[in-house]
């Protein structure tokens, strides 16, 4: 069974790059445009998922949100978390949220993401 990696980011031209990378890393990638649409996955009883990697700033049902969801639920708080995100104070909130952070528009910043998921699966 492939290792699967929840990908959300409202951007899609990120979340294909995300995508590609994964699937190249022989992971299978899981993507989703938002937080509400990814907790509904995880609630319909999501496959195992070895790593989350999510945007902050999005639509509906922010990064915070979702993260903040996914640590109060036994199931899935084991699961580690990346922080993929262009905001100012990205490291402050990684850290309040007890994530792992990549920071979005950097240069080498997909391979980064993939990077930081291999280090923790």
Not at 24 to 44: S, T
Not at 75 to 88: C, G, M, Q, R, Y
């Amino acid at each position: 069974m492939k290792i699967q990696i929840l990908i959300i980011e409202d951007n899609e031209d990120y979340r294909f790059l995300l995508s590609r990378a994964c699937r190249r890393e022989g992971f299978r990638p899981i993507p989703f445009h938002n937080g509400e649409e990814a907790l509904k996955y995880l609630r319909q009883g999501g496959q195992l998922i070895s790593a989350i990697l999510s945007d902050l700033d999005m639509p509906i049902c922010s990064g915070e949100k979702f993260i903040k969801e996914v640590k109060k639920n036994k199931s899935w708080n084991a699961i580690p978390i990346i922080l993929f995100s262009a905001e100012d104070n990205l490291e402050v909130t990684a850290l309040r949220l007890s994530v792992n952070f990549v920071h979005k528009g950097q240069k080498r910043d997909i391979a980064a993401a993939i990077l930081e998921i291999k280090k923790l699966i």
